[in-house]
């Protein structure tokens, strides 16, 4: 039986060391040096958000949140390089805190998985992925802002294709060292087992 999944992936790369934004939907890019993981749509009980190092499909890369969806869920995913933290925080449409989860010492973790080759500064593109393969659930990442600045129009995967659908969009030319990301993730539809 082949198991439906429906997660969005939000990627911070290596690509060079210029700073301006650039939106685009594009193809994989770049070295992925952080990665925060929202998956498991359905609510199964398991880990539905992972962060850490590039990759967080291995265990010790991540650290990892049970999170029970809503249809709309806001989210805020932050770095700050003086703390050395990344953090995900999920809120109610009133702004009240329902979950966070926090991953310490980003920069000291990635040199030691990845290597001694990069650095904070070198954080300058983000690509957000929605992977679809739901036949009846449908995501989109809605209001979108990176820093407070409208990143202006949805995230989500085209009405009327046939499942699976990957969409990427890539952010770059972007200082990265010190982000946050903030918008809505919508769900519709019904979501199989991940």
Same mark, same amino acid.
């Given at each position: 039986?082949?198991?439906?999944?429906c997660f969005m992936l939000m990627t911070v790369l290596f690509i060079t060391d210029i700073c301006a934004l650039e939106i685009k939907k594009t193809g994989r890019f770049g070295e992925a040096l952080m990665e925060v993981r929202l998956r498991s749509f359905n609510n199964t009980g398991g880990s539905?958000?992972?962060?850490?190092?590039?990759?967080?499909?291995?265990?010790?890369?991540?650290t990892e949140l049970n999170h029970t969806w809503t249809q709309d869920n806001w989210l805020e995913i932050n770095y =700050?390089?003086?703390? $050395?933290?990344?953090?995900?925080?999920?809120?109610?449409? #009133?702004?009240? !805190?329902?979950?966070?989860?926090?991953?310490?010492?980003?920069?000291?973790?990635?040199?030691s998985i990845i290597g001694n080759g990069f650095s904070i500064q070198n954080l300058n593109a983000?690509?957000?992925?929605?992977? =679809?393969?739901?036949? $009846?659930?449908?995501?989109?990442?809605?209001?979108?802002? #990176?820093?407070? !600045?409208?990143?202006?129009g949805d995230f989500d995967t085209?009405?009327?294709?046939?499942?699976?659908?990957?969409?990427?969009?890539?952010?770059n030319d972007y200082c990265f060292a010190d982000f946050n990301l903030y918008g809505r993730i919508v769900r519709s539809g019904t979501f199989s087992n991940s």
């Open positions: 039986m082949r198991v439906k999944t539905e958000i992972y962060l850490g190092v590039a990759s967080v499909g291995t265990a010790g890369n991540r =700050d390089s003086g703390s $050395d933290l990344l953090r995900v925080t999920l809120f109610d449409g #009133l702004g009240v !805190v329902i979950n966070s989860v926090d991953y310490p010492n980003w920069q000291t973790n990635m040199i983000m690509q957000i992925a929605l992977f =679809d393969r739901e036949a $009846d659930g449908e995501l989109s990442f809605e209001d979108v802002e #990176l820093d407070g !600045v409208s990143l202006g085209p009405a009327g294709k046939l499942r699976p659908v990957v969409t990427r969009w890539l952010l």
